[in-house]
């Protein structure tokens, strides 16, 4: 249920060296930018869950539905080139979850989660207080480290902190040594139009 970093075929070198930057360019982000995660029944009404979408491939097994918001650059410049320089990403998002915020149980997208791994790096966190429970295991998010994971499974994400956490969210392709995932959640209507919508992005992002 979680695997090494290595896996995806990349190392976590420039992510450390530069962690600073990328501090730097999520305290000073534009909050128009963030946008409400679109499946609301996962958290509670007065919790607050919003990402800054950055690629999209759906199905993630088809390279060639893969969607960069390349306008996000000029607000993220370091993160956004960060991503640009790994391989097989899937999907990249940075992951703003609120104070106090404890996902309900859930599994993700057979299209999605089935093709890939998921990988947490963390941003801005208080440590001990956010992190992910995949299969009842619960890990932490630690500044510097990856948390790879099958997104497939049953899984929570939580903030128990009173402020707000930063996490860079990527989908990886699958190594073929990892048995595909075992998700049978259909599509949403919720992620479809997060997609289409990802389709637009760029030019209201232009727009800032």
Not at 166 to 192: A, H, M, T, W
Request: overall charge positive.
């Amino acid at each position: 249920m979680f695997y090494n970093f290595k896996l995806t075929g990349n190392n976590l070198n420039n992510w450390k060296l530069n962690l600073n930057k990328f501090q730097t360019e999520i305290q000073n982000i534009n909050p128009k930018l963030l946008i409400n995660w679109p499946e609301k029944n996962l958290y509670k009404k007065l919790m607050e869950w919003k990402i800054i979408p950055i690629c999209y491939t759906m199905p993630s097994n088809d390279i060639k539905y893969q969607i960069w918001i390349n306008s996000v650059e000029r607000f993220i410049p370091n993160i956004y080139n960060f991503i640009k320089s790994l391989k097989n990403v899937r999907t990249a998002l940075i992951s703003k979850m609120g104070k106090n915020v404890l996902l309900k149980k859930h599994r993700g997208w057979a299209d999605v989660a089935n093709h890939v791994l998921r990988c947490h790096l963390p941003i801005i966190i208080e440590e001990n207080k956010s992190g992910i429970i995949v299969s009842d295991i619960k890990k932490y998010h630690k500044l510097g480290d990856a948390i790879l994971f099958d997104d497939s499974l049953l899984h929570t994400g939580y903030n128990e902190s009173d402020k707000d956490r930063y996490i860079l969210i990527i989908d990886f392709v699958r190594p073929k040594n990892v048995p595909k995932g075992v998700s049978n959640i259909k599509s949403s209507e919720e992620l479809l139009k997060l997609v289409g919508f990802y389709k637009i992005i760029n030019n209201l992002y232009k727009s800032l």
